[in-house]
């Protein structure tokens, strides 16, 4: 059980173009979703917290006019990058919680490549 | 503010080694601390966890013990198997944080045959 899924797993995409990544708990509902960036050898960086029903909240430094995110559902929040540019390439995770409990539960991951 | 140091790696060892994996941090307050591991091609999972000081977490043959005299949280295990290749993080969630999680940089594990 508690299984995130995420599609697309890889995407590459022209600069100036908009990216939609989904995020997928298939088997719990989670009130709470979680948006992370990762770089090559790096750590895990949280973009946003998202909550079903309501606004995301954007960490320190992350533009959320550049990163759209939306939880329509305790099943699915989809983040968006928009206007995409080479900089923005980067590994992009997701993570649920199921409703009440801390345990996050991780996506595999999106690779996006802006060329 | 809170932060997450771990050993660089990677960490090369043979199988039936004894392992370590460093890990310190920096918080306010008395947050939690994880490790989570990264197999190839797969999500981060949950590896173990402890809430409190002293608290010792442990799973498939891993451990670590939440120090707060050295704010360390070194994962150990005694054996490792070929199958423990992976990235490892530790990570910490800070007290009232409303489940955000601070990662370390990760650690890389191969186990040699």
């Known amino acids: 059980g508690a299984v995130v899924s995420q599609h697309p797993s890889w995407v590459i995409c022209k600069s100036g173009t908009s990216v939609k990544i989904e995020c997928r708990s298939l088997?719990?509902?989670?009130?709470?979703m979680f948006w992370y960036r990762q770089f090559p050898k790096q750590s895990l960086m949280l973009m946003a917290t998202?909550?079903?029903?309501?606004?995301?909240?954007?960490e320190q430094g992350v533009e959320k006019d550049k990163f759209l995110i939306n939880h329509a559902s305790l099943t699915l929040s989809t983040l968006t990058v928009t206007s995409a540019h080479p900089e923005d390439s980067s590994f992009y995770i997701c993570?649920?919680?199921?409703?009440?409990?801390?345990?996050?539960?991780f996506g595999p991951g999106t690779r996006l490549l802006v060329l | 503010g809170n932060s997450v140091t771990q050993m660089e790696g990677p960490v090369t060892l043979s199988e039936e080694a004894f392992l370590t994996i460093n890990c310190t941090y920096t918080?306010?307050?008395?947050?939690?601390l994880f490790w989570y591991v990264q197999y190839p091609g797969e999500g981060l999972q949950l590896l173990l966890k402890?809430?409190?000081?002293?608290d010792k977490g442990s799973n498939k043959g891993f451990e670590a013990t939440y120090r707060k005299e050295t704010t360390s949280f070194h994962l150990e295990k005694g054996s490792v198997q070929v199958s423990d290749s992976a990235v490892y993080f530790c990570?910490?969630?800070?007290?009232?944080?409303?489940?955000?999680?601070?990662f370390g940089a990760g650690t890389r594990l191969a186990v040699h045959p």
């Open positions: 402890a809430t409190k000081a002293d």
């Open positions: 990570a910490l969630s800070p007290p009232r944080g409303y489940n955000k999680l601070i």
């Open positions: 918080a306010t307050g008395y947050p939690s």
């Open positions: 088997d719990f509902q989670a009130t709470t």
């Open positions: 998202s909550n079903e029903g309501s606004k995301a909240t954007y």
């Open positions: 993570s649920a919680a199921p409703s009440g409990r801390e345990t996050q539960y």
